[in-house]
């Protein structure tokens, strides 16, 4: 498999080559294998799902009321979201972002470190570490691109992709997932039963539940809106080694949040949906103010309103001091979900049966999934039922 990947990647090379070849020269690359039509270079545009078309929960920012395109150009979005013509700085995708080389006769194969130079936030969002050290992945001596490899006939920069819930955009849907290509569907083996037991769980319970165990890293907990500190809004973060939240999803997009498709997910609404399983998440819980009780969760109000409706000056931006302003001014709480998959652990470092079932059970919360007690025990008497 290994040899096939660097096969690829010397054919992309040399294609490459010629593309830089030709900007030494001058020439203005605008097709490199279809790249401005990739999901780098689309990221939500025309879509009415993407960043630019609603506001983020996370920068609360409103493109309609805070300068549209050229505002959002001074929030730093733009340093990662490159590519598009909406990108007043990067119109075009610069190759050098991904490929830079010492030798500008040659385009190297993208890093990992390179590709997190944009996706270093995943580890905000996510508690990722891209490192040998905490991925078996990088240990085995992949890159990002030997699972998000290039997808034809697409084109050479269209990246398979899974269908996280924070990734709105349909670009790739369900082109990648873990058995997709690489691991068996039923990839457990064991003495007696217990492969056998472990196959059966594959049904509900997605693979990165168990197999990316605790965080390795530092992640948002939460972030209030209408509370101010000298650096910023109140951020919470969760200390290295957290567990994720787990609920049920079936990889068809966010969840019930009307039309602007915010990662906001209950427990248990997707669990009757066909594919459904349980996945893990980082659940970041954020407050803040919308116009009036009618209000959907796009129709914000903007940060400088909600700073200067803090009448008393204690940091803290009350309903009713924002109501001197707004009259059915209404403070939203939602849980933005970000999906967990990266940072595997090797098989060792797995969760095992006992850490989610049995009196000292802990990784799972059964009552949240929707079971009335332990799926993993047997009921007694007058309770066998009670177990759905």
């Known amino acids: 498999m290994k040899q096939i990947y660097f096969c690829r990647f010397r054919i992309v090379s040399v294609f490459l080559t010629l593309i830089l070849v030709q900007m030494a020269f001058g020439l203005t690359v605008t097709n490199a294998d279809g790249v401005e039509n990739s999901y780098h270079a689309e990221m939500g545009r025309g879509t009415g799902q993407g960043m630019l078309e609603k506001w983020c929960a996370l920068p609360n920012y409103s493109f309609d009321e805070q300068g549209g395109i ?22 075009s995708v610069d190759c050098d972002v991904c490929h830079m080389s010492a030798n500008p006769t040659r385009a190297d194969v993208p890093t990992v470190e390179k590709c997190m130079g944009c996706h270093s936030k995943d580890t905000a969002k996510r508690g990722d570490v891209f490192s040998a050290e905490e991925d078996v992945h990088i240990a085995a001596g992949m890159l990002c691109q030997s699972c998000h490899e290039a997808a034809r006939p697409y084109t050479g920069h269209q990246f398979k992709k899974g269908s996280a819930i924070d990734t709105t955009e349909p670009t790739m849907k369900h082109t990648l997932s873990c058995t997709t290509t690489c691991h068996d569907p039923q990839p457990h083996r064991g003495k007696g039963k217990r492969g056998e037991t472990l196959n059966l769980h594959t049904t509900k319970v997605a693979c990165e539940t168990c197999h990316t165990g605790l965080r390795p890293a530092p992640a948002l907990a939460s972030r209030q809106w209408n509370v101010f500190t000298d650096k910023g809004v109140f951020t919470q973060k969760r ?38 399983k349980i996945y893990p998440f980082n659940a970041v819980t954020v407050d803040w103010f919308v116009k009036d009780e009618a209000s959907d969760f796009d129709d914000i109000i903007i940060v400088p309103e909600v700073k200067k409706a803090d009448l008393d000056g204690d940091l803290t931006t009350t309903v009713d001091e924002m109501r001197e302003f707004y009259a059915g001014a209404t403070l939203r709480t939602a849980d933005m979900n970000f999906s967990i998959s990266h940072s595997v652990v090797p098989k060792r470092l797995a969760f095992d049966c006992k850490d989610c079932h049995g009196r000292n059970g802990w990784v799972l919360n059964w009552q949240e999934l929707g079971y009335d007690a332990d799926p993993g025990t047997k009921p007694r008497g007058k309770d066998k039922d009670k177990v759905n």
């Open 70 to 91: 050229p505002g959002w150009a001074f929030q730093g979005c733009k340093e990662c979201h490159i590519g598009a013509s909406w990108n007043p700085e990067n119109s």
């Open 239 to 276: 200390a290295a080694g957290w567990l994720p939240e787990h609920k049920w999803y079936d990889n068809e997009g966010p969840g019930a949040t009307g039309d602007y498709h915010l990662p906001i997910l209950t427990y248990t609404e997707r669990r009757e949906a066909e594919g459904a």
